[in-house]
């Protein structure tokens, strides 16, 4: 199902707001390094997820989500202020596993980029154990038929 244009113009607005605010705003210690990557507005334009990421550890990420959950009435007065619509979207906050999504991908394409450069060693000495091509070709019956 697609978004409509109103929504993904609503959750762009909602992204600069949030992002913003976060970084002008809310002025709490628990919150880190935060980056939002993402906001989703469900097609009745009645809730938002917003997606971010923290920099650092476990911690960091369990503050930084305390940080937003308290956060989130002010946020969400401040996003209804700027929208300027009817009614304002709830504001649910979820932590974006992009980074590591990103990070297991690249450790599983550095573990098969060094099994195909062992593949590649093991086969410069190797040898066919027959024929190097054993199959029949037509121009080989021709031959037998003559």
């Known amino acids: 199902m697609t978004d409509s244009p109103r929504a993904l113009r609503l959750a762009g607005t909602i992204k600069r707001i949030v992002a913003r605010a976060l970084e002008s705003e809310i002025k709490d210690p628990r919150l880190g390094f935060v980056t939002v990557t993402d906001v989703r507005v469900t097609g009745d334009l009645q809730q938002a997820s917003v997606f971010y990421t923290v920099y650092g550890g476990d911690e960091d990420r369990a503050n930084t989500a305390a940080a937003l959950q308290?956060?989130?009435?002010?946020?969400?007065?401040?996003?209804?202020?700027?929208?300027?619509?009817?009614?304002?979207?709830?504001?649910?906050?979820?932590?974006?596993?992009?980074?590591?999504?990103?990070?297991?991908?690249?450790?599983?394409?550095?573990?098969?980029?060094?099994?195909?450069?062992?593949?590649?060693?093991?086969?410069?000495?190797?040898?066919?154990?027959?024929?190097?091509?054993?199959?029949?070709?037509?121009s080989d019956e021709d031959t037998e038929e003559d």
């Open 70 to 138: 308290s956060a989130k009435g002010r946020l969400r007065s401040m996003v209804g202020g700027e929208l300027g619509i009817r009614l304002t979207p709830s504001l649910e906050f979820f932590l974006d596993a992009v980074p590591e999504t990103a990070a297991t991908l690249e450790k599983a394409l550095h573990e098969a980029a060094l099994k195909d450069a062992e593949l590649a060693r093991l086969r410069e000495g190797a040898a066919y154990a027959g024929e190097a091509d054993p199959y029949r070709h037509p």
